[in-house]
């Protein structure tokens, strides 16, 4: 059981906005920096979102990211049918001496 | 252009004993941490351990402690994932991957293995 929750499922039809939250506490959220993963059907984890709100390169606008105090958001808009995939957050947990990730949202594109 | 590579799918028995690699390349292996990360059927990544190659220091995340065994070898800038007894729970897609720098404790990857698929089945 994670102690970053996420919401299972979120959906909207093409060119809509979709966002991500991810809950948790001042022991992981709250005192270190998000990241955001995007892993699509069969592939790999890629990283989408570093040090909360950064973009690595070649990774479009389109996607953002937030904190504020012990949760994060992933803003995704203009979707496209090739964002239909499952994003996690991660971050590291002071209190458990671990590296944690999220409980991982599935986007789909209506 | 940084890559991780991993060893291939592995179809084993309980009880059978298991090594998987992951070599890097396109960049100085010595000086990044790697970390394996468990992806069981149908559900979420989790963080299993994490080395630094320049000198072998190994965290293990509290889950996975005593359960399997993370090293590397510089010198062919490969890191390894071990298992003395499979057990059938065993059984899931685990990545290799490369955190941003030397620092610790790990902020995000930046860098992934395609996966090794392990299943365990009598």
């Known amino acids: 059981q994670s102690v970053l929750t996420q919401p299972p499922s979120v959906s909207a039809a093409p060119g809509q906005k979709v966002t991500i939250s991810c809950s948790g506490s001042?022991?992981?959220?709250?005192?270190?920096?998000v990241c955001w993963y995007q892993q699509s059907p069969g592939t790999a984890p890629k990283l989408l979102i570093y040090?909360?709100?950064k973009r690595p390169a070649g990774i479009p606008d389109r996607f953002s990211g937030s904190k504020s105090g012990t949760s994060a958001s992933l803003g995704i808009t203009g979707l496209q049918t090739g964002d239909e995939a499952d994003y996690y957050c991660?971050?590291?947990?002071?209190?458990?001496?671990?590296?944690?990730f999220g409980t991982g949202t599935k986007v789909t594109v209506l | 252009e940084v890559q991780l590579v991993q060893s291939g799918t592995e179809v084993k028995k309980p009880g059978e004993s298991l090594k998987i690699s992951c070599e890097g390349s396109?960049?100085?292996?010595?000086?990044?941490?790697v970390a394996w990360v468990r992806q069981m059927p149908g559900k979420g990544l989790e963080l299993m351990g994490i080395?630094?190659?320049?000198?072998?220091?190994?965290k293990y995340s509290p889950s996975f402690q005593g359960q399997v065994t993370i090293s590397s070898d510089k010198s062919i800038s490969t890191a390894y994932l071990l298992w003395n007894s499979l057990k059938a729970s065993d059984t899931a897609m685990y990545y290799c991957?490369?955190?941003?720098?030397?620092?610790?404790?790990?902020?995000?990857?930046?860098?992934w293995g395609q996966g090794t698929l392990v299943t365990v089945s009598s």
């Open positions: 991957a490369r955190h941003s720098d030397s620092l610790y404790p790990p902020n995000y990857f930046n860098f």
């Open positions: 396109g960049y100085d292996f010595s000086k990044y941490w």
């Open positions: 080395i630094y190659p320049g000198d072998s220091d190994t």
């Open positions: 001042r022991s992981n959220i709250g005192n270190n920096y």
């Open positions: 040090d909360n709100n």
């Open positions: 991660g971050t590291w947990d002071t209190s458990l001496s671990a590296y944690v």
